[in-house]
């Protein structure tokens, strides 16, 4: 590609997209997007006040936020871990960026996530499991490169670092 491309880091609640994406933005000297927060400021919504109208409406204003992200340059975006429900935001993210699996067990992160924080996960563990079962063969389809977080962050943060020097 002629510009910088972004990349777009994807992957489970709790598995280290936020974390790993504003470190790898300091590193690079890039913008780092939350793609919830930006989603919610765009809507004008909460998170919780989407889903409580319908899946649906959370998943179409997703799928607006992807648009408006991928038409930026040079930026790295953490998505909602139900991003890949929808294989159109793939479709629209990989127009202008490099995708990112950060591929962590679920328990490892139900060891260290605030379970209650999260809309889906607050029925406890065994939902993360079945989140987990459920997406992974979308996690791992969609990306085009697979980041395993299950060594020390510095370590993965440098694996992240080695590969954007590649795109």
């Known amino acids: 590609m002629g510009k910088q491309s972004n990349i777009i880091l994807i992957g489970m609640p709790g598995s280290g997209k936020s974390t790993f994406g504003k470190a790898l933005a300091e590193k690079l000297g890039r913008t780092f997007i939350d793609a919830d927060d930006f989603l919610v400021m765009q809507e004008g919504k909460t998170i919780p006040e989407l889903f409580a109208v319908s899946e649906d409406c959370f998943r179409d204003a997703e799928t607006r936020t992807a648009k408006t992200l991928a038409e930026q340059e040079n930026i790295i975006i953490a998505c909602g871990g139900g991003v890949v429900k929808r294989p159109v935001n793939i479709e629209i993210y990989k127009k202008t960026g490099h995708i990112i699996f950060v591929d962590r067990s679920p328990e ?16 406890g563990a065994k939902k993360l499991y079945e989140l987990y079962h459920e997406r992974i063969q979308a996690y791992r389809t969609a990306a085009d490169y ?22």
Do not use: M
Request: hydrophobic share 40%; no cysteine; net charge negative.
């Open 108 to 123: 490892r992160i139900a060891n260290d996530i605030e379970i209650g924080t999260r809309p889906l996960l607050k029925n």
């Open 146 to 167: 697979i980041v395993a977080n299950d060594r020390p962050e510095s370590e993965v943060l440098d694996e992240l670092v080695h590969l954007a020097g590649k795109l």
